[in-house]
T-cell receptor, first 114, second 116 residues
């Protein structure tokens, strides 16, 4: 069975400092992994996705994530936080061989202070 | 492309009333998903259609919930009768799938449902 665990429910950073949002997954097959962002009262927007190509995935707005099979991790990073990055971030797993339903983590709220 | 379109954006109703949520997927996408988001349970998949056929409805909470996809460009999620515990944000998403490979799911803006 597949699952995803976001290790922090809330992360606070100062503007201009690095961002690290942690995610671990469990999957029986080769997973597809995604990070989605949800700004307040908005829908979900895809930040980036991993589908068994390059292990370092670059997304929008300067975010990137690295797939580490040995650690079953897919952490999201950004070198320098911006105020507009404040949002809820979801790590998501999908097993392409077992259907296409997405399994969402519980989310990490990112706060950015000036 | 206008993206996934959902209506209404907000719905306030009274317990016992019928509620119908609507979704128009991205043109050319052949899969459609209904999700529910609550503080307690996070994001949950309710039902998934592929080529207008329901494939997995195991997430539908009970018989009060029903979903249809009469054609490739329209889907509805109906709750009858509605209850206060149905209050949530309901998201529709669509994607293109070919065989066992699924493309990215694109989400609509959601419908915020409040049942009094």
């Amino acid at each position: 069975a597949q699952s995803v665990t976001q290790l922090d429910s809330h992360v606070s950073v100062s503007e201009g400092t690095p961002v690290l949002l942690r995610c671990n997954y469990s999957s029986s097959y080769s997973p597809s992994l995604f990070w989605y962002v949800q700004h307040p009262n908005k829908g979900l927007q895809l930040l980036l996705k991993y589908t068994s190509a390059a292990t370092l995935v670059k997304g929008i707005n300067g975010f990137e994530a690295e797939f580490k099979k040995s650690e079953t991790s897919f952490h999201l990073t950004k070198p320098s936080a911006h105020m507009s990055d404040a949002a809820e971030y979801f790590c998501v797993v999908s097993e392409s061989q077992a259907g296409t339903a997405l399994i969402f983590g519980k989310g990490t709220t990112l706060s950015v202070s000036s | 492309d206008a993206g996934v379109i959902q209506s209404p954006r907000h719905e306030v109703t009274e317990m016992g009333q019928e509620v119908t949520l609507r979704c128009k997927p991205i043109s050319g996408h052949n899969s459609l998903f209904w999700y529910r988001q609550t503080m307690m349970r996070g994001l949950e998949l309710l039902i998934y259609f592929n080529n207008n056929v329901p494939i997995d409805d195991s997430g539908m909470p009970e018989d009060r919930f029903s979903a249809k996809m009469p054609n490739a460009s329209f889907s509805t999620l109906k709750i009858q009768p509605s209850e206060p515990r149905d209050s949530a944000v309901y998201f529709c998403a669509s994607s293109f799938e070919q065989g066992a490979i699924s493309d990215t799911q694109y989400f609509g803006p959601g419908t915020r449902l409040t049942v009094l």
